[in-house]
């Protein structure tokens, strides 16, 4: 039997203990318990019912509730993955409208649409006609839309649609809903709309909660709860450390198998447990034995995927997740392994690389200075070893454009090494990414080629592949400076025979194809081992409605065609051999000038 979620059972434990009064008094501060003992609100079937908060609903009251008992001052951010229909933006509104009865405050609700501002409106409108609380203060609709209070409390609805949403004014709640799906154009996105909304919560006493289904491995919505958000408990172990952060974004999540609703509701008779047990896929082996999944679960998650995922087992984890690391699709499917990237990513995370330049000096040898302050301009994992191979791979930029703009294209160029067998530790080493160019890169033609002419001396004069429609520039210079360039036979439509080409036309659908293809066989066995910038591009990485493999929206792909390049021109890899500096006889030894001539001192030759 699955296990009741302990914020679940100490939920019930509490309302079947506490006495009328103080469910009252708990019902003033916690939003769940409101939301329980004195809220109606309408079920599947369009009955008004008292609601049963699940188990993400109260994580969300439990984060409002602790931070403002234990982290006084603290202003409150939280951002919640949900799966689908797990009532999170109902919740999120009633925290909101329960905040606006308790205090005067002003509060915005912003929607991906505005169908469903509309649906939240009214919404709203219903939770002050079926509240039993006794709260003494109405709520009324004016003529603008505004929901408005007897105590002076305020409410707007407005739309991600809207480019000047949440722009201006002084609020003390936020409830940004669908966070994920807002619009991603140059004029509308999510970053423009929360990055103007939220200078408005500047008090100390704000709250604001960020939800979405997990919509896209990119954008504010993804990087602010995978990069900048913490987990309650560990957020709360640094603050008893002695960090007050004035505000901190807190990640809140619920597995599917944690919601009651999640499951079949009827029992599953013999035959159909007989026959679960004889067909559970590798995946439901390891959930079942992992997270008890009972065999009502097992068959709602079956009958799920049959119904609502085209069978897809994949898209099942993306909208009902059992983590918050596999459930990320951004408008299309993933082109490459997201479990096996997160995993890439994790590790990837930890590692910090000597930062610093490469200095070409008089005699041509090009030389590393490390920068002890961090600030350099290369990023090097990995210094060049003897019999090594190595290569240097570049995705240029679109070119003029790429210095323009809040969001330029980018220039990639990162160094290679090939897979080798090491003796010490007697095992297999993958190609890894042991040098590049600080990210993001958009300097010009000329200075890109310089970094690659740099990086190639400095790796033993290593070949050097090329991403040639936008890079003909890049190209002319590497030619001019004598640098091997990694060249392929293609077939020619014009000339209709086989010829050269230096490095790769990726505008051709075939080549660019082929590459991405080829990488993607790499990352699923685990072949290749990028740095963490480049992770974060291969799992933003996706298939487009159009069934074209690029970028998700507001995510760049320069990474991606770079180590694709790489990983096909890996097995030309230049073999690095320093070279070794050699005394030769000078020309005038044997003149019997004594001016000119040499003597022998301890067996030594010494010149005069």
């Known amino acids: 039997m699955s296990a009741v979620p302990e914020i679940v059972r100490k939920f019930s434990d509490m309302l079947a203990t506490s006495t009328q009064d103080k469910l009252e008094a708990l019902a003033y501060n916690s939003p769940a318990t409101h939301f329980c003992l004195f809220m109606e609100i309408k079920d599947k079937n369009g009955r008004w019912i008292r609601p049963k908060p699940n188990v993400l609903q109260l994580r969300i009251s439990e984060t409002i509730e602790t931070i403002r008992a234990k982290c006084p001052g603290t202003r409150i951010r939280i951002i919640a993955v949900k799966p689908r229909r797990a009532g999170l933006s109902t919740f999120s509104l009633h925290c909101g409208y329960h905040e606006a009865m308790r205090r005067p405050i002003e509060g915005i609700t912003i929607a991906d649409r505005r169908e469903n501002s509309q649906m939240l409106i009214e919404r709203l409108g219903e939770y002050s006609t079926h509240d039993s609380f006794p709260w003494e203060n109405r709520v009324i609709r004016n003529a603008q ?73 990119a954008g504010w919505f993804y990087g602010t709860f995978d990069e900048e958000a913490m987990w309650l408990d560990d957020f709360l172990k640094r603050y008893a450390e002695g960090f007050r952060p004035e505000q901190q974004w807190i990640k809140v999540f619920a597995a599917w198998w944690e919601f009651d609703d999640y499951r079949r509701q009827n029992p599953v008779s013999e035959a159909e447990r007989a026959e679960i047990d004889a067909t559970l896929s590798d995946l439901e082996r390891e959930e079942r034995e992992k997270f008890g999944l009972t065999y009502e679960q097992l068959a709602w998650r079956r009958e799920t995927i049959a119904s609502e995922c085209d069978g897809d087992p994949r898209i099942f984890a993306y909208y009902y997740p059992s983590d918050p690391i596999s459930c990320w699709i951004a408008s299309g499917t993933p082109r490459f392994d997201m479990q096996i990237l997160a995993d890439m990513k994790k590790k990837a995370k930890d590692v910090t690389p000597d930062t610093g330049y490469l200095v070409t000096q008089h005699n041509g040898v090009v030389t590393w200075s490390r920068d002890e302050r961090g600030a350099g301009e290369i990023l090097m994992f990995e210094e060049p070893r003897e019999g090594m191979a190595y290569i240097v791979a570049c995705d240029p930029a679109t070119g003029e454009s790429q210095t323009m703009g809040a969001d330029p294209d980018r220039t990639s160029i990162a160094v290679w090494r090939q897979k080798f067998f090491d003796p010490d530790l007697k095992l297999a080493r993958c190609a890894k990414l042991v040098a590049r160019v600080r990210p993001p890169f958009t300097g010009d033609d000329d200075i890109a080629a310089g970094h690659i002419a740099r990086l190639s001396k400095f790796y033993g004069g290593c070949m050097i592949a090329l991403e040639v429609n936008q890079g003909l520039q890049v190209l002319r210079c590497l030619l001019d400076a004598s640098l091997p360039i990694y060249k392929r036979i293609v077939f020619s439509h014009k000339t209709n025979a086989k010829e050269e080409q230096y490095g790769f036309k990726l505008t051709d659908q075939n080549q660019r194809r082929m590459v991405i293809d080829g990488l993607a066989a790499a990352i699923r066995n685990r072949e290749i081992e990028p740095d963490f910038h480049t992770i974060e591009e291969l799992m933003k990485f996706v298939r487009k409605p159009n069934g074209r493999y690029e ?43 004594r001016k000119q001539g040499w003597r022998v001192v301890s067996n030594v030759r010494r010149g005069w």
């Open 145 to 217: 839309g505004i929901f408005e209070w007897d105590n002076g409390s305020r409410w707007t609805i407005d739309s991600a649609e809207n480019p000047d949403a949440g722009v201006g004014g002084t609020r003390h709640f936020g409830h940004f809903s669908e966070c994920s799906k807002y619009p991603q154009t140059a004029i509308k996105n999510d970053v423009k709309t929360m990055t103007a909304a939220l200078p408005s919560f500047s008090g100390s006493d704000t709250i604001c909660i960020a939800e979405s289904t997990p919509e896209g491995a």
């Open 551 to 593: 970028a998700a929206s507001g995510a760049h792909d320069d990474d991606v065609m770079q180590a694709a390049m790489a990983w096909e021109v890996l097995p030309s890899a230049t073999v690095f051999a320093r070279k070794v500096r050699r005394d030769v006889d000078p020309t005038d030894m044997a003149t019997g000038n």
